[in-house]
């Protein structure tokens, strides 16, 4: 059973920093994408940033380019994504959310069979 346990939220201020982490489990693929999505209250769910199982391709919106990197380390089955520079706008619940089989880095949300409880980012003035 995939299980994805994602962890780090918490308040910061803007220009803070804060690293979201994504332990994963029971993965039966051998390629996959793993990453985060996010949805602010009264906002669609987007796609932030995702990575190849490889780690060679990454992807982000254009919102947090320059600002939030994300890693994947499988031997210890965690990826992570560190996030500098917070903005209001970043605030969210982050969710970590695997499609499987796939080899490029995608927010298409349909992609997505495997689904994390999400982890609550406040970002304060």
């Known amino acids: 059973e995939v299980q994805l346990q994602a962890s780090g939220g918490g308040l910061v201020q803007a220009g803070g920093s804060l690293t979201l982490s994504c332990a994963a489990s029971?993965?039966?693929?051998?390629?996959?994408?793993i990453g985060w999505f996010r949805q602010a209250p009264g906002k669609e769910r987007e796609g932030v940033s995702f990575i190849s199982s490889s780690g060679g391709t990454t992807y982000y919106v254009d919102s947090v380019k320059g600002r939030f990197t994300i890693s994947n380390d499988n031997a210890k089955n965690m990826m992570s994504i560190q996030m500098n520079s917070l903005k209001l706008e970043d605030s969210a619940v982050y969710y970590c959310?695997?499609?499987?089989?796939?080899?490029?880095?995608?927010?298409?949300?349909?992609?997505?069979?495997?689904w994390g409880r999400g982890t609550l980012v406040t970002v304060s003035s």
């Open positions: 029971g993965f039966t693929f051998d390629d996959y994408v």
């Open positions: 959310a695997v499609a499987p089989w796939i080899t490029s880095p995608t927010p298409s949300m349909a992609l997505y069979n495997y």
